[in-house]
């Protein structure tokens, strides 16, 4: 069960991760916050991949190990992009609710690509936290199902979905690169994940941001004392998220991970005074239950 407190942890470091974003959206543009994590994440992975290699051994990675972690780091790309748009139309913790669409997509892609199995309470628990998302999505000015529906369909509720989908493919991804090294050690094999995702996600940012956006690199790096904090918190988001991901499949760990949406009020809270709404506090009741469901199905 070592995976639990390693998700928690990986929630934990997400959530400052996103709160250390959020805070460069007004002095940057989506793409150079998002580059932050990257950028300045990269040396702490390879710090942290150092000291493993040098106590546990270094392992032999392959053509399918490569191919997997540059499809999960792109689709990581693609949905922190998303989701830096998407917290400027909603608020902080509402973001983190419509980015956790992610949990029905990461199901459903470890079933088809890994054969990942997923038993009949977590299929309850997922629908039961995908009704909470629903209602913390809500638009709080919305009064009728029919408005309802449509701010789902809004824009929001679409960079909702993209989020989500590219969390769940880079989850699946980089579970699948981790198991293809075949290392008897998960903190070996999500080391080694860790430190070449985030040096393709590196190369591939910083070119792509020199084409799109000419100046905005040089923005970040005069912001580098702030850029610091979210590239140490997601590089250690990644570490554990990684490292749970090698022990239990992906569909499970992102599920436990909603617990996330509970710090993210927190921080919306205390950080932002944004005050949740009846609705948002019944949707998060809602994912309390299903994460107790889910830690009932794999506990007890």
């Not at 639990?4 to 942890?9: A, N």
């Amino acid at each position: 069960m070592l995976w639990i407190p390693i998700t928690l942890l990986a929630a934990a470091f997400q959530t400052a991760r996103n709160a250390f974003q959020r805070g460069l959206t007004g002095a940057l543009s989506p793409l150079g916050a998002t580059y932050t994590r990257f950028a300045f994440g990269f040396p702490f992975a390879l710090l942290y991949a150092a000291f493993v290699f040098a106590h546990a051994g270094v392992p032999t990675p392959g053509a399918s190990f490569f191919a997997w972690v540059t499809l999960g780091g792109i689709a990581q790309i693609l949905g922190t992009v998303a989701l830096m748009q998407l917290f400027r139309l909603r608020s902080f913790s509402t973001g983190i609710a419509f980015s956790k669409s992610e949990i029905l997509q990461v199901a459903l892609f470890g079933i088809f690509v890994l054969g990942d199995g997923v038993s009949p309470l977590a299929v309850l628990a997922i629908g039961v936290a995908t009704a909470g998302l629903v209602l913390l999505s809500r638009d709080s000015s919305a009064t009728s199902w029919r408005e309802v529906a449509t701010a789902l369909s809004g824009p929001s509720a679409l960079l909702g979905l993209a989020t989500g989908a590219g969390y769940a493919v880079a989850a699946v991804s980089f579970r699948a690169a981790s198991l293809s090294l075949g290392d008897p050690s998960f903190v070996v094999s999500a080391a080694a994940t860790l430190v070449a995702a985030m040096g393709i996600q590196s190369v591939l940012m910083t070119g792509y941001l020199r084409w799109a956006e000419p100046g905005q690199i040089g923005v970040v790096f005069d912001v580098w004392q702030r850029s610091l904090l979210p590239g140490f918190t997601g590089a250690a988001a990644s570490a554990c998220w990684f490292s749970a991901m090698t022990i239990e499949i992906a569909a499970y760990v992102r599920m436990l991970g909603l617990i996330e949406v509970l710090f993210g009020y927190g921080v919306s809270i205390f950080a932002f005074r944004e005050r949740p709404s009846r609705h948002e506090a019944w949707g998060t009741a809602l994912l309390v239950m299903a994460i107790a469901a889910l830690l009932w199905d794999r506990v007890g």
